[in-house]
């Protein structure tokens, strides 16, 4: 186990030792169609059950541009890598790489382009933002995590909607098993949608999204989904919310319906506290849950974060303090 890592990332020091340049955060530039870079992101929990260490996300990626029309990118990572349970001594974790990202670009125009591979589901903010070291909190809303697959392996044909000012489209859909079904919250054979982005000023962000998919057992779920966003350099605020309808076969229909509010002040570039409110509500799991969450983080590079955050659930014995150090090559 320790012996994949050190091998994984000593090639990555060795390339960076070799580059001319390098500045943390862009990965090693090899040659004019070739970069190559990797991230990992450490956690400490402590709920009422156990304390926790766990290095939980190892990753490498390559991208690169093969010419003014075609670029591509490509992220293997390993989730658990290595866990240990501090209470009871227990160890575990998970060395296998999964095929995270794998997709290339033709870009076309400013109003069609064409995505094709595994990619992120463009829906809202939080989805976009897949690596731990770019976002604000080590957690994920449920929001983000429950209602709706994370990646897609299709295609997503997007760009800027014609005679308009800042609205961006994304029409994207899979018809096929997922590249790696061990790595996707919900697979499935069937994931249609569209969105819509907005930048109605320099400050002011919104957009929303419709789908359909069917998982692998044959549930059949719809969604709409709103988003909302404000950041002026000092504060940002922004806001997601969902409701899904699904067909549970001979069982009636039934919805879900979760969203968050979160506010971050940054006080310095490089301090920045977080607030962050959700809601949860299953109806056919019957689990509903409220979390408020307040949280710090600290980047004393951009490509380094250290967050810290503790959460109070209307599920009681789920109350939990996270610790994470994460750094992206």
Known sequence: MYLRLLSLFSLLLLSIGHADDYELGHGVHVNDYLNVGGYFSSEFESNSQSDTFTLDDVAVMAYGDINPMFSYLAEFEAVGFYHRNLTDG???GSQKFHAERFYGDLWMSDDFNIRFGKMITPIGYWNMEPINVLRDTTSSP???????????????????????????????????RDLDE???????????????????????????????????????????????????????????AL?????????????????????????????ALIGRYEYYNDHHTEYKDNIAILGYSYRPLYPISIKGEYQWHSQHDENRALFSLSVLF
């Open 142 to 176: 449920l929001y983000s995590m429950l209602l709706f697959p994370k990646f897609l392996t299709g295609i997503d044909i997007n760009g800027y909607v014609p005679k308009t000012e800042g609205m961006r489209y994304h029409l994207f859909g899979q018809n096929n």
């Open 182 to 240: 061990e790595y996707i919250n919900i697979p499935n054979t069937h994931f249609f949608g569209f969105s819509l982005e907005k930048e109605l000023s320099m400050e002011w962000n919104t957009g929303g999204s419709v789908g359909e998919y069917i998982t692998k057992t044959n549930q059949r779920t719809r969604f709409i989904e709103a988003n909302l966003k404000y950041d002026d350099t000092q504060w940002q605020i922004m806001t997601e």
């Open 243 to 271: 409701i899904a309808k699904s067909d549970y076969n001979d069982i009636q229909d039934d919805y879900a319906l979760a969203g968050y509010a979160q506010a971050m002040y940054r006080y310095t570039p490089e301090h």
């Open 90 to 92: 227990t160890e575990d």
